[in-house]
């Protein structure tokens, strides 16, 4: 028992710590992040994160906005996935050598082979709530997508101690969220407290409150022991709105991040195409990463990802380099 409250009291210290760090980066508040240093240009009103004026042809591949969910649809072995069905006993794979699972925990050839209907299934089954989200929120939704591929390979049950949902959003991420959106500070405060929030939302101190992290972790966590494939599918699906939510609240923070390496409207200084790719580094890497990137490439004038690139840190940032990669390459071919 000492042990085990040892340990979260460890991890409690270590994300308050990293909530500090990150709070030194944010001195300004959230509303700087749209103030435009003049009105000479309309367009920096808008957003950044929102800015779709000027996409790149070569960006489109995964910031095209799908018409209908059906753009979205995939055909995909994962191994991950088809590997959680056959342990969670909603494959059968019994025949297969090793039970149709690796020691890893993936699928070999035949447990992918026995779960390819439900895998197919279950890699489409939100993309309707995908693209809401990219309509309503602002996400890329084909970003979002392949977000969700990457982290979960579409299955919304935790992952390990710290990962939650099909986003495999962690504590320490989640108090970042709610730290950048009003909207889920007041929202988790009235399913936590069932009412207003006890203090009104304060972007300095709203992340310290673990009890709202929580609960927006256990939104995420679609797991049903009695449920068909284990999964209660509705609340999973309903957990992409509440993802999608996170990501802005991340392209919120990068925005500022901007804006506190230039003194400028983000708009100014990165496009749509680069405000993202920042967006999936923070939320991988860490804002940290962020902004020693772009302290180090900005020199004036526009920041972009190619300098952005070239001034990652060493280290655990150059990891999340590979993460934006693999989210951002071509795999969908849309006609701009």
């Known amino acids: 028992m000492r042990i085990k409250k ?3 009291l460890i991890y409690f210290i270590t994300v308050a710590l990293l909530l500090i760090s990150a709070r030194f980066l944010n001195p300004k508040s959230s509303q700087d992040i749209y103030a435009p240093p003049s009105n000479e240009n309309p367009q920096a009103l808008i957003p950044t994160c929102l800015d779709r004026s000027d996409i790149p042809l070569n960006e489109y591949h995964w910031l095209h906005l799908p018409t209908t969910s059906d753009e979205l649809a995939t055909r995909e072995y994962y191994g991950f996935l088809a590997g959680e069905l056959i342990k969670n006993g909603v494959v059968d794979a019994s025949d297969c050598p090793l039970g149709g699972v690796w020691p890893t925990g993936y699928a070999n050839a035949c447990g992918l082979e026995r779960s390819e209907d439900i895998v197919f299934e279950l890699q489409n089954i939100y993309d309707d709530e ?3 989200v990219g309509r309503e929120v602002g996400v890329p939704p084909v970003m979002l997508k392949q977000l969700l591929r990457y982290e979960s390979q579409f299955w919304p049950i935790r992952y390990g101690v710290y990962h939650f949902g099909l986003g495999h959003l962690t504590l320490v991420g989640a108090a970042n969220v709610i730290q950048w959106s009003p909207e889920l500070y007041n929202e988790m405060c009235f399913q936590v407290y069932n009412g207003p929030c006890p203090t009104a939302y304060n972007q300095t ?6 009890l709202l992290s929580g609960q927006l972790l256990s939104l ?4 049903c022991p009695d449920c068909p494939y284990k999964i209660d599918l509705e609340k999973a699906q309903e957990s992409v709105s509440y993802i999608g939510q996170a990501l802005m609240s991340y392209c919120r923070q990068s925005s500022q991040i901007v804006y506190n390496v230039t003194n400028q409207h983000s708009g100014y200084s990165v496009d749509y195409a680069t405000i993202w790719k920042l967006t999936l580094l923070n939320y991988n890497a860490g804002p940290q990463c962020v902004y ?3 302290d180090n490439a900005y020199s004036g004038g526009e920041i972009t990802w190619s300098a952005v690139v070239a001034n990652v ?3 655990p940032c150059q990891s999340g380099l590979d993460y934006v990669n693999n989210i951002t390459a071509p795999y969908y071919s849309f006609t701009p």
Do not use: R
């Open 292 to 294: 020693t990137a772009l």
């Open 205 to 210: 101190n709203v992340g310290f409150d673990n």
């Open 6 to 8: 040892s340990f979260f």
């Open 313 to 315: 840190p060493a280290g």
């Open 220 to 223: 995420l966590d679609a797991s």
């Open 130 to 132: 995908i693209l809401q």
